[in-house]
Each structure stands twice: as C-alpha cells, then as structure tokens.
C-alpha cells in the first residue's frame, strides 16, 4: 500500500496565457473602435442633414432674389448686370445639387444591404427604359448582353447601373453614332459586370480620382454632374464585397467593370 513511485507531468501555459489575454485586448479594442465609427458616422448622418437645412434657406433666397431683379429691375441692372445675375443663380442651383448629391451619397452609404437573388439582366432594361424615356438615351445604341443573376440588394445594385449606364450615356452623346455594351464575364467566385462605351475617354493616370466624391476629369461647361455618382458606385460595390474599377484612353472611351461575390462567398 505504499507509494513505490510517482511520475509529474508539468506544461507551461504561461504563452497560451498571454495570448488569450492579448486576444481579448484586441477584441476589446476592436469594439471600442466600432463604438467610435458608429458615433462618427451618426454625427456625420447628422452634420449632412445640418449642412442640407442650413444651406438650402440661403441659396433659395440667392436665387429666389436674383430672380426679382432680373425680371423687375432688368432696365436698370443692363445688358452685364443680367449677366452677373445669371451667373449667381446658375451657382446658387449647382450647390443645392451638390447638397443634394452630398445627402444621396450619405444615404447609400448608411443603408442596410437588403441581400437577396437579384435578375440583372431585368434590371438593366428596366434602367434603360427609364433613361430612354427621362430622354438621357437620345440616338445612342445601348447593346444589353447576357446577364447572370446575382445575390445583393437590387435597389442598391439598380443605382450601381443607373449611374455607370449614365455616365456611358453622357460621355458618349458627342460621338457620330454614340455606342453602349453591357454584359459579363463569368469567373468561379465572382462575376464582372461591365459598361463600356465609345464616348470621350480619359487619361488613366487620373483614374484614381474617378471613385472620390466631387471629382471629375472634364470641366462643368463640356459634361454635367457633381462627381458623386462613382463615389456612390464604389461605396455601394464596396458594401456588397466586390471591387470596381475602369479601363479608359482618351477618345478612345471607358469601359467601368465591377464585381459581385458569389452567394455565400
């Protein structure tokens, strides 16, 4: 009944230790800069709005006031003093676009992704029944290819095509016969949805600028818009885990491409 032997095994979990505590230092920081992008983008959701109230009553009044002179003073004001005016209120207009392209941008970024299998294919033609009969089409040629369905929030995904279809549509009116193709590459994980067109093009080395808000690479005089339309098509590609980007030469057109993972990828 005596004890002849003992055998002790020992293990050091002194690492395994320090590892779970640096685990969940980085879990408590990674919460704690949750909590902080969720309170910046509440007060940015808030400053949008602001910015939108107080902006919108001042530019009114520029453009509401602008008019009276033109129409009950224009004898007095002349022929540069109409002028002057008209440049004013052409300004006052463009910033409420840009406030109102600022609030749009702040409200794709913010909205819930309402995932789900989407028909591509129909809605493209739905988005470019509604640019032909907004009169955006005009004589241009717009070829829908075949279009896989895919899985995301269609309402997100239809403003994805509205804008590239768009922009197709804008830098292309100024050819003889203005041409538009979309379609697909099917790949294993993901699918690359493309617009293409034969408008003016642009040099790639500023094609880094292209995905920022309130940039654009041709003046205001030559082709409309904000720059905010491909800021809202990365951002809302982006969400959905996919990538965006475009291949272009000048007068040679653009061709934007942008990715949807598979369901479940």
Not at 38 to 64: K, M, Q, W
Not at 118 to 131: Q, Y
Not at 224 to 232: K, M, Q, S
């Amino acid at each position: 009944g005596r004890v002849a032997q003992a055998v002790a095994a020992f293990t050091d979990i002194t690492e395994r230790e320090r590892a779970r505590a640096e685990i969940e230092r980085l879990n408590a920081e990674q919460s704690r800069r949750v909590a902080e992008l969720e309170a910046v983008n509440r007060e940015l959701d808030t400053f949008c709005y602001s910015v939108s109230h107080d902006l919108r009553a001042p530019l009114r009044a520029i453009d509401g006031f602008s008019r009276i002179v033109l129409e009950d003073h224009a004898a007095t004001v002349g022929a540069e003093g109409e002028r002057l005016l008209g440049v004013i209120r052409t300004s006052a207009r463009r910033m409420g676009e840009l406030i109102d392209d600022l609030l749009t941008f702040s409200r794709f970024s913010r909205k819930r992704l309402d995932a789900g299998p989407v028909d591509m294919r129909t809605l493209v033609n739905a988005v470019v029944e509604e640019l032909r009969n907004g009169v955006m089409m005009g004589t241009a040629e717009v070829n829908v290819g075949p279009l896989p369905r895919a899985h995301g929030d269609a309402a997100l995904l239809r403003q994805v095509w509205t804008n590239l279809i768009g922009n197709a549509l804008k830098f292309s009116r100024t050819r003889p016969r203005a041409l538009v193709e979309i379609g697909s590459i099917d790949g294993a994980d993901e699918t690359v949805f493309f617009v293409r067109d034969n408008g003016v093009g642009f040099d790639m080395q500023y094609s880094g600028k292209l995905f920022g808000v309130f940039q654009r690479l041709h003046s205001q005089e030559e082709f409309e818009g904000t720059g905010v339309g491909l800021a809202i098509v990365h951002r809302i590609v982006h969400r959905h885990g996919g990538r965006v980007w475009v291949e272009a030469e000048p007068d040679h057109g653009a061709t934007f491409s942008f990715t949807i993972p598979a369901a479940g990828g």
